[in-house]
């Protein structure tokens, strides 16, 4: 059974870059047929999907995200971590990783696997 658990700041200053770091067990990132996704849900706000890294190490973005977001992993520690630039207050939110075997299911956020979540907020 694969489990994941989100790491990084509760608290991000506005224009900075939020890190998170997702750490998996139960399984290895590099496992066939497996993608693994951050998805967000800011107060008040449905889920949104963000973006996924696959086994092969090919990444996905959502294009509203696109331009701020990175997703990379080090296989060594089991881990895949996200990067998002330029935040702002609106991206104040409960952050999520997730996975799944299937890329499509994560898109439309139905995942396997969820993290517990991470609140993060930006503000000064």
């Not at 086994?55 to 995200?65: R, V």
């Not at 299937?102 to 898109?107: A, D, I, Y």
Request: glycine share 8%; net charge negative; hydrophobic share 30%.
């Amino acid at each position: 059974q694969v489990q994941l658990q989100e790491s990084g700041p509760g608290l991000v200053k506005p224009s900075q870059t939020l890190y998170l770091t997702c750490t998996v067990s139960g399984e290895s990132i590099t496992t066939n047929y497996y993608y693994w996704s951050w998805i967000r849900q800011p107060p008040g706000k449905g889920l949104e999907w963000m973006g996924a890294i696959s086994y092969l190490d090919s990444t996905y973005y959502s294009p509203s995200l696109k331009s701020r977001t990175s997703i990379s992993r080090d296989t060594s520690k089991n881990q895949f971590t996200l990067e998002l630039s330029s935040v702002t207050p609106e991206d104040t939110a409960v952050y999520y990783c997730a996975a799944d075997q299937s890329l499509h299911n994560l898109v439309v956020i139905a995942p396997g696997s969820w993290g517990q979540g991470t609140q993060v907020t930006v503000s000064s």
